[in-house]
């Protein structure tokens, strides 16, 4: 007799890494074949908590209240230490002015402030 299929839903610290019907080695849930379509539509809209799909809350703004990420002037911490003009690549988050911190190399970027 042939096992039924069962729909896995592998993850790893509550995000999904995979949506398989296969076994594989690995965290995961057995869900229905209707919660694994919806969830293999949109994996990063989801997470596992206690061994269950949670949708995540996604605040909705409509573009009116983003918030942006700006290169903050004199360099105030806290904020995503990056190596000058490299927005897209940070080396690190600081709440403070780490040592090795060259202010000719690196800037500071945060969100900006209303």
Request: glycine share 4%; hydrophobic share 30%; charged share 35%.
């Amino acid at each position: 007799m042939k096992k039924p299929l069962q729909y896995r839903i592998y993850y790893f610290n509550e995000e999904i890494t995979m949506l398989t019907k296969s076994v594989l080695e690995g965290d995961y849930i057995v869900v229905d074949k209707d919660t694994y379509k919806k969830a293999s539509d949109s994996p990063s809209a989801y997470k596992v908590i206690d061994n269950k799909l949670t949708e995540k809350h996604i605040e909705r703004t409509n573009g009116k209240k983003r918030k942006k990420f700006v290169v903050q002037e004199d360099n105030i911490f806290p904020g995503w230490i990056i190596k000058k003009y490299e927005l897209y690549e940070p080396i690190e988050y600081a709440i403070s002015k780490p040592e090795w911190f060259n202010s000719k190399k690196h800037s500071v970027v945060g969100k900006e402030h209303d």
